[in-house]
C-alpha cells in the first residue's frame, strides 16, 4: 500500500467510527485483526470481536447516545511498514458527554485492510467492553 492509501484507510476507520457503522468497520477490518488499546491493557482478538464490540457500544437509547467525532488530524505514514501512525482530536456530544481528547492511533494494514489497531488515548477508556 501506498503512503497516500494508508491515510485513505485511516480516515475510513475514522469515518465509519463516527458513522457508528458496524458492518462498515467489518468491512475494512483483516479476519484476524487485533485491537489493542494499549493505555488500559485491553485487548480485542479478530474482526467479528471488533465488531462487536463497537456494536453494542452503539446499540444505546437515543437518550444515553453519546457520539464521537474524530477530526484534526496529524497522519505519519510508512508504506514501506505498512504502518500508519494518526494522531487526532476526538470531541464528544451527548448527555455527560466527556471533555475532548487528544488521542493518537498506530495502525498495520495489508493488502487494504487493517490488520492491527495500537490505541493511545487520554484520560478513562472510552471504548468500553
Known amino acids: 500500500m501506498t503512503d497516500e492509501e494508508l491515510i485513505q484507510l ?3 476507520y475514522f469515518t465509519v467510527l463516527d ?6 468497520l467489518a468491512n475494512i477490518l483483516a479476519e484476524d485483526c487485533v485491537l489493542r488499546i494499549e493505555t488500559h491493557d485491553i485487548t480485542h482478538h479478530g474482526r467479528a470481536a471488533i465488531r462487536s464490540l463497537f456494536a453494542a457500544r452503539w446499540e444505546v437509547s437515543p437518550d444515553m447516545m453519546v457520539k464521537a467525532r474524530h477530526h484534526d488530524f496529524t497522519h ?3 508504506a514501506s511498514c505498512g504502518r500508519i501512525a494518526s494522531q487526532f482530536t476526538v ?9 475532548p481528547k487528544s488521542n493518537a492511533n498506530v495502525f498495520s494494514m495489508r493488502d487494504g485492510k487493517i490488520t492491527g489497531i495500537s ?3 487520554a484520560g478513562a477508556n472510552s471504548i468500553k467492553s
Open 19 to 24: 458513522d457508528r457503522d458496524s458492518d462498515a
Open 10 to 12: 485511516a480516515m475510513r
Open 76 to 78: 505519519s505514514p510508512s
Open 91 to 99: 470531541t464528544y456530544s451527548g448527555p455527560a458527554a466527556p471533555e
Open 119 to 121: 490505541v493511545y488515548m
